[in-house]
């Protein structure tokens, strides 16, 4: 397919194009895939099913209002919300959905006994396949590319990519005429791909698209596979020295055997995870005093309910389920390396894109701060999940890695 053929298919399509299918393909290979994992850890799907109409539309609406901010260009306040025109925010998308989600399935954590940090790994790092997906959208669209180059850099690529990574340049007054499919610049010049000055009107551009595609299924195998190899591969010698029976199990079994299939007493694991009703202390009469009394009371609710928080802790309770104490992939460590690692790659692609394609448009410092940040809060929540949280708030009967 050379470029008067892609120039041809510009004209005949508009912006819709194949974008809208790619993010399709991508959105539904995201479900399929978090559902797979569902199964495997034996979770309800219901939820998930419910899931897919309540924070589809959240999504859509913020990657919509992100996308279509614009310090420079600003546009009226209700086509922040046309997510069916062009301008579509990954960032705004994960910030909403994550919201909203973050409302769904904490009620479905609840209901369940099944940490919302389960639910998160579960499903957010498979974004990354529908990131990867709607990036092709992108090429379609000559969308999201990168520094300009000419188009000798790019003989590498296979043609039907290097013959669609451009741009027209052409006058402020120039048109596409929708009934002859040629374009008319200033002054009511014609040009068409047959006319050798229609060539200066075109520039190349590296395939960010392309970068960012394959990272992100790179990262994703590296988060859902790579990332608990480690972990379940990382005693080898620990277990063929203590484990009479390591030559015949399989480190399926074997990790079964040592961490799995422990099950500690359920009264002595309720417990360890009882915490003292602040409700009942504080509320018990609330209705019985002053109205104005009751605000004070709420007050110090709070107070002890904080202090509380802070001063629990579940060290015996995880010593009771890891008596080997074997160091354990912990539920939320694989969403948190998806904010870590997508951002750490997002802002490296940021360094060549114009300032119109940046997450944050036409403000390239704020934009370059807040992707930072982003990936410092990944960062955090990895150490977060990993070493802080296991130790001080887990609750006896629910599922994280293993039932608690």
Known sequence: MNLSTWVAQDMYWGWFRPYWLFIFCGFLITILISWFRFKKRHIPTQGLYIA??????????????????????????????????????????????????????????????????????????????????????????????????????????????????????????????????????????????????????????????????????????????LVPAIFRYSYYWQFKKREPDFATLSYKGVWDKWYYDVHPDQQTVRNLSQQENLKKIYFKNIYKVPRWERFKIRLKYLGARIKQTFRSNREKLEKIQNPHNLIILRSGVQAGLYIFGYNIIRLILELQRTDQDLFIKNARVLDYVIISLMILIGAVLVLFAQFISVKKWRKGGWLYEKQY
């Open 52 to 225: 897919i109409f309540l924070l589809t539309p959240f999504a859509l609406i913020g990657a919509s209002i992100f996308g279509k901010l614009d310090i420079i260009h600003p546009v009226q306040f209700y086509q922040l919300f046309m997510f069916w025109l062009p301008g579509m925010s990954i960032h705004g998308g994960l910030l909403f959905g994550l919201i909203a989600g973050w409302g769904w399935f904490g009620y479905e954590a609840r209901k369940n006994n099944i940490s919302i940090w389960v639910y998160a790994d579960l499903i957010i790092p498979n974004i990354l396949i529908a990131q990867a997906l709607g990036r092709w959208g992108n090429f379609f669209n000559h969308e999201l590319l990168g520094a300009p180059v000419d188009r000798s850099a790019l003989m590498w690529l296979p043609s039907f990519i290097r013959d669609n990574l451009f741009k027209w340049y052409i006058d402020p007054n120039g048109i596409i005429d929708p009934q002859t499919n040629v374009i008319t610049a200033g002054g009511h010049i014609p040009f068409d791909p047959t006319n050798p000055d229609f060539w200066n009107k075109i520039q190349y551009f590296q395939p960010i698209f392309l970068y960012e595609s394959f990272a992100n299924v790179m990262l994703w195998a590296v988060i859902v596979f």
